[in-house]
């Protein structure tokens, strides 16, 4: 059965630093992982998307990687801001399962 | 484009009714998805369809819940005879037809059975 940790649960820090969030999972037969922002009570906004067969992908001042073999993703945040704010979740779509498996994501809090 | 869009948005509801949530996918969207998230958590996987047809189902889902999309459009999440532990935020997403089954998310309906 997949599962997916995302750790820490909870990460405050100051405006402007560099953010590292971490994404893990326990089967690598993936068909692609994606992160997420979710702002309290709202749905989720898709960020990157990164298929199995590829190492990483940026948008922005984000950037997401992808390691199958050692069943991790991270996703870096480059000059965080307040609006950043928000839990973050990562997804993996489980080939063998044909579903989605969520982490229960990282809470940001960006302070000014 | 509008984005996916779910009815109602919020639904307060007595132990033991049945309700009724509706999803529109993204137009031309083919696969549909849907979703439970309890505070805290991350969503949890239901079931999906791609057009009418129904592909998968979470073992999580007893048979209060049921869903159908007929005619591979909108997308319907009917829970019988509801219990308190059914309250959670009922999320649902689109997927287009080639584009690495990137997900894109409605607002969710949050059901609270009293």
């Known amino acids: 059965k997949q599962e997916v940790t995302q750790i820490p649960a909870a990460l405050s820090v100051p405006e402007g630093e560099n953010l590292v969030l971490n994404c893990s999972f326990t089967d690598s037969a993936i068909y692609n992982l994606q992160w997420f922002r979710q702002d309290p009570g709202k749905g989720l906004t898709s960020l990157l998307l990164?298929?199995?067969?590829?190492r990483e992908q940026t948008s922005g001042r984000l950037n997401a990687s992808l390691d199958k073999s050692s069943g991790r993703s991270t996703l870096y945040i480059a000059a965080s801001q307040p609006g950043d704010s928000a839990t973050y979740l990562c997804a993996v779509w489980d080939t063998n399962a044909g579903k989605s498996t969520f982490g229960d994501g990282t809470t940001l809090t960006v302070k000014p | 484009d509008t984005g996916v869009s779910q009815d109602p948005r919020h639904k307060i509801t007595k132990r033991g009714q049945n309700v009724t949530f509706r999803c529109d996918p993204i137009s031309e969207h083919n696969r549909l998805y849907w979703y439970r998230q309890t505070l805290g958590q991350g969503p949890e996987f239901l079931t999906y369809f791609q057009n009418e047809a129904q592909l998968e189902k979470s073992r999580l889902l007893s048979d209060r819940f049921s869903a159908e999309r007929p005619k591979g459009s909108f997308s319907t999440l009917e829970i019988q005879r509801t219990e308190q532990g059914d309250s959670a935020m009922y999320l649902c997403?689109?997927?287009?037809?080639?584009?690495?089954?990137?997900?894109?998310f409605g607002a969710g309906t949050r059901l609270s059975v009293l």
């Open positions: 997403a689109s997927s287009p037809r080639g584009m690495g089954n990137i997900q894109y």
């Open positions: 990164i298929q199995s067969s590829q």
